[in-house]
């Protein structure tokens, strides 16, 4: 069974670029994650998707952050416009069901953006 | 969700038992204990999770006394894949999403 994609696994723009990061959750997983490490800090959640719908985007830092779902399969992470915090690792999740019986999040590889 | 704290990190050698404790004095009703492990350049992996008492898996044990205050990761004779770091979280099974701390740097020396 094939894990949890990430595309690219690395990406490098100018401050004021936009980026999309794009997430290919385990097959008939319906939760999906985004989380991010910021140099030298935490990974911090960002947002959760049940199946096409945002269930929190709390973690979302503004609104140059847009995350979508369409149809419930892959997810992507749009950055418009990249400023020089957002440099770090992105990282996707993604879960068979809430709940603690599903509980295992399975993590991509990360994508590494970096802002110059 | 409650606050965990663990050892920055920890230094061991290939065949010894390794213990990592972590602590969550304001754990709530609700939360779980979750471990997972992550290796450079690569995303965080599930290891363990547990409520109370004791849980075994083929990759660890996880130890958690009455009161639920802290708990115990304990990877038998660690070998030197095992060199990773070690995230212990609080997970309320409402919430779904993960609160990661600093972690416990494992260096696992021949």
């Known amino acids: 069974e094939a894990g949890v994609t990430q595309f690219p696994s690395h990406s490098v723009i100018e401050k004021g670029q936009t980026v999309t990061l794009r997430c290919d959750p385990i097959s008939g997983h319906d939760n999906l994650y985004w989380y991010r490490r910021v140099m030298g800090k935490e990974i911090k959640f960002l947002l959760h998707?049940?199946?096409?719908?945002?269930?929190?985007e709390s973690g979302m830092p503004n609104n140059r952050f847009l995350a979508e779902r369409t149809g419930g399969t892959y997810s992507t992470l749009k950055v418009q416009p990249a400023e020089l915090e957002d440099s770090g690792v992105y990282f996707c999740?993604?879960?068979?069901?809430?709940?603690?019986?599903?509980?295992?999040?399975?993590f991509g590889p990360g994508t590494r953006l970096t802002v110059t | 969700l409650a606050k965990t704290t663990q050892p920055i990190s920890m230094d061991s050698y290939e065949g010894q038992e390794v213990n990592i404790t972590c602590s969550h004095n304001?754990?709530?009703?609700?939360?779980?204990i979750t471990w997972y492990q992550q290796f450079p350049s690569q995303g965080p992996r599930f290891i363990i999770q547990?409520?109370?008492t004791k849980v075994t898996n083929e990759v660890a044990s996880l130890f958690i006394p009455a009161d639920r205050k802290s708990s115990t990761l304990s990877l038998p004779r660690v070998s030197l894949s095992d060199t990773a770091v070690y995230y212990c979280l609080a997970w309320m099974d409402s919430s779904y999403k993960l609160i990661f701390g600093s972690g416990t740097r494992l260096l696992v020396r021949p």
């Open positions: 999740a993604s879960s068979q069901g809430q709940g603690a019986r599903n509980y295992e999040q399975y």
């Open positions: 547990g409520y109370k």
């Open positions: 998707f049940v199946k096409e719908s945002k269930q929190d």
């Open positions: 304001n754990i709530a009703t609700n939360d779980y």
